[in-house]
């Protein structure tokens, strides 16, 4: 009789036991969800002009802190005066300022202009200084010459020195395009089915110099250089140099390093040598531009999981990045919806001046 009384409370402390677990588990788990949510980050990047006044930015920024937008990526064409005046504007509507330059990428730039042997060469012997590529403000510097790397890297610690400023922001951190965007390439008539000698860069005497010293072999001689696993190390090595030195420097000055990427490593570095799942870089935000690539909705999904497996051990948090022009504010609420569920830990808008009344509401529902 002992025995089977034992038994039954034994049997009933078990239950509660897994009542109490269970219950416990799914309010862990709704824990975890409301902080998944508030830990999410709506972004968006805007083009800064020294013309307006104070009064049109403070509406432009409290449009967005009013619509649930919490960053703001701010282009002053890397003027670190008109950043020191935009940055409180910004903080006061409560959005948090990054500095975004681009940064090889240097169209009308000064003093580089002053100095045409900073400036990438392509495989058929034209440089950037005079001769763009595929756009008239590509004008990109050479990551291998100490001068021109050093010349951005400046440009980046004046930035980082600007008070209120939470990050640098890198864009154009990269080769030109060997490869556009598929849905690009009717705007130029082109057909890009290998990499092209005009738009393979950089062949200039410094970079061909620096590799033949390391590996004994000049990649101008090469029959098909798009085979050369070393040569193309060498170039994806020269922008992750470029990116590591940024953060030391930001980080001395108690920022952070962020960057507007390619989609996803592997499409990086095939399209524009660019490997940022190797860079030293406190986040990234991936331009998942769909349209660009003729891709649907849910290609947002997929290249930001790719993104978020990609940096599994690394201390970098990857926001997603969205192309606004095309979308309905139903397709805002669906691409926050796929970064959410698909690892990033915020969101970004190109750009601000394109948001619409009806996505900025699908954002301000979204960030409740």
């Given at each position: 009789?002992?025995?089977?009384l034992?038994?039954?409370?034994?049997l009933?402390f078990?239950?509660?036991?897994?009542?109490d677990?269970?219950t416990?588990?799914?309010?862990?788990q709704?824990?975890n969800?409301?902080?998944?949510?508030?830990?999410?980050?709506?972004?968006?990047?805007?083009?800064a002009?020294?013309?307006r006044?104070?009064?049109?930015y403070?509406s432009?920024?409290?449009?967005?802190?009013e619509?649930?937008?919490?960053?703001?990526?701010?282009?002053?064409?890397?003027?670190?005066?008109?950043?020191?005046?935009?940055?409180?504007?910004?903080?006061k509507?409560?959005l948090?300022?990054?500095a975004?330059?681009?940064?090889?990428?240097?169209?009308?730039?000064?003093?580089a202009l002053?100095?045409?042997?900073?400036?990438?060469?392509s495989?058929d012997?034209?440089?950037?200084?005079?001769?763009?590529?595929y756009v008239?403000?590509?004008?990109w510097?050479?990551?291998?010459?100490?001068?021109s790397?050093?010349?951005?890297?400046?440009?980046?610690?004046g930035?980082?020195?600007?008070d209120g400023v939470?990050?640098?922001?890198?864009d154009?951190?990269?080769?030109?395009?060997?490869?556009?965007?598929?849905?690009?390439?009717?705007?130029?008539?082109?057909?890009?089915?290998?990499?092209?000698?005009?738009?393979d860069?950089?062949?200039?005497?410094?970079?061909?110099?620096?590799?033949?010293q390391?590996h004994?072999k000049?990649?101008?001689d090469?029959e098909?250089?798009?085979?050369?696993?070393?040569?193309?190390?060498?170039?994806?090595n020269?922008i992750?140099d470029?990116?590591?030195?940024?953060?030391?420097i930001v980080?001395?000055?108690?920022k952070?390093?962020?960057?507007?990427?390619?989609?996803y490593p592997?499409m990086?570095?095939?399209?524009?040598?660019?490997?940022?799942?190797?860079w030293?870089?406190?986040?990234?935000?991936?331009?998942?531009?769909?349209?660009?690539y003729?891709?649907?909705?849910?290609w947002?999904?997929?290249?930001?999981?790719?993104?978020?497996?990609d940096?599994?051990?690394?201390?970098?948090?990857?926001?997603t990045?969205v192309y606004?022009?095309?979308?309905?504010?139903?397709?805002?609420?669906e691409?926050?919806?796929?970064?959410?569920?698909?690892g990033?830990?915020?969101?970004?808008?190109?750009?601000g001046n394109?948001?619409?009344?009806?996505?900025?509401?699908?954002?301000?529902?979204?960030?409740?």
């Amino acid at each position: 009789m002992k025995t089977k009384l034992l038994l039954i409370v034994l049997l009933a402390f078990g239950f509660t036991s897994c009542l109490d677990n269970a219950t416990a588990s799914k309010k862990n788990q709704d824990n975890n969800t409301e902080e998944e949510q508030e830990d999410f980050k709506f972004w968006v990047w805007t083009t800064a002009d020294v013309k307006r006044a104070d009064s049109s930015y403070t509406s432009e920024f409290k449009k967005y802190s009013e619509n649930g937008i919490e960053a703001v990526l701010i282009n002053t064409n890397t003027d670190p005066e008109l950043l020191s005046r935009l940055a409180p504007l910004a903080k006061k509507e409560g959005l948090e300022v990054h500095a975004w330059i681009m940064a090889m990428n240097r169209p009308g730039d000064s003093v580089a202009l002053q100095n045409p042997e900073w400036y990438t060469v392509s495989r058929d012997g034209n440089s950037t200084h005079d001769t763009r590529p595929y756009v008239d403000y590509y004008q990109w510097l050479c990551p291998t010459r100490e001068e021109s790397r050093n010349h951005v890297l400046g440009l980046v610690e004046g930035l980082s020195k600007v008070d209120g400023v939470a990050s640098v922001h890198l864009d154009y951190i990269r080769f030109s395009d060997i490869f556009l965007p598929i849905g690009l390439l009717p705007k130029y008539d082109l057909e890009q089915e290998e990499e092209l000698a005009e738009f393979d860069f950089c062949y200039c005497d410094v970079c061909v110099a620096e590799f033949e010293q390391i590996h004994h072999k000049n990649p101008r001689d090469f029959e098909n250089p798009a085979i050369d696993m070393e040569w193309k190390q060498f170039r994806l090595n020269k922008i992750r140099d470029v990116v590591n030195d940024a953060y030391e420097i930001v980080h001395a000055n108690n920022k952070e390093l962020t960057a507007a990427v390619f989609p996803y490593p592997e499409m990086a570095d095939h399209m524009v040598r660019q490997r940022w799942d190797k860079w030293k870089i406190d986040a990234v935000l991936p331009m998942i531009y769909h349209n660009f690539y003729n891709e649907e909705l849910d290609w947002i999904g997929y290249a930001t999981k790719q993104g978020v497996e990609d940096l599994k051990g690394r201390n970098t948090d990857l926001h997603t990045g969205v192309y606004l022009p095309p979308m309905s504010g139903e397709d805002v609420t669906e691409a926050i919806k796929l970064a959410k569920e698909n690892g990033a830990k915020g969101i970004s808008f190109f750009d601000g001046n394109a948001l619409t009344k009806e996505q900025l509401k699908a954002i301000k529902e979204a960030s409740k």
